[in-house]
């Protein structure tokens, strides 16, 4: 982990930027199915699919500053997954969203960067407010966005899915 990519420390956790290199990361954490089960489509992705993401999550920060990140063990530099924001809707919100790897799954990782990122969020002055959405079943994510502080927003409908919707303002805390 060189020091001009990472983008946030916590005391477990690192978030870095991605390099080309990292498809077989991405690739890799989405290529399950229970990985994607909550996704509007709920496709294994292909390696092509996870080049693409990578390359959006390039562009979403040259524009916006922000982006998915991905996501390392500070201690031993192991790959855990993603976590970060990307631009949602018009007007632009920014979408609070993490992926963790299965092995990785119930040891506090998603709260633990999922609280990072709001505190990061706010002190980047990114916006005034960001928003997380989930499938309605997904109740551990769901679990975790309560705990930062977030509060229930209308929903939101993406493909067809009406998805349980949160905010948190800048000052809610």
Not at 35 to 51: G, I
Not at 72 to 77: I, K, P, Q, V, Y
Not at 113 to 125: H, P, Q, S
Request: proline share 4%; hydrophobic share 40%; aromatic share 12%.
């Amino acid at each position: 982990m060189s020091a001009e990519n990472i983008i946030l420390e916590t005391p477990r956790l690192a978030l870095v930027r991605w390099n080309a290199e990292d498809v077989s990361l991405v690739h890799e954490l989405h290529a399950a199915t229970e990985m994607v089960r909550y996704y509007s489509d709920p496709t294994p992705w292909t390696r092509e699919k996870a080049a693409e993401r990578i390359n959006s999550w390039f562009d979403e920060e040259a524009r916006f500053g922000v982006a998915k990140y991905k996501l390392l063990d500070r201690h031993d530099g192991r790959f855990l997954g993603r976590a970060g924001f990307s631009p949602f809707g018009e007007p632009v919100e920014f979408e609070l969203g993490y992926a963790i790897r299965r092995d990785a799954w119930g040891k506090g990782y998603a709260s633990e960067i999922a609280e990072g990122l709001r505190d990061w969020f706010f002190r980047k002055g990114i916006a005034n407010h960001f928003i997380a959405f989930t499938h309605p079943e997904n109740l551990a994510s769901q679990r975790v966005l309560t705990k930062i502080g977030m509060r229930d927003r209308m929903p939101i409908t993406i493909d067809g899915i009406t998805c349980a919707t949160f905010e948190f303002t800048a000052g809610m805390r």
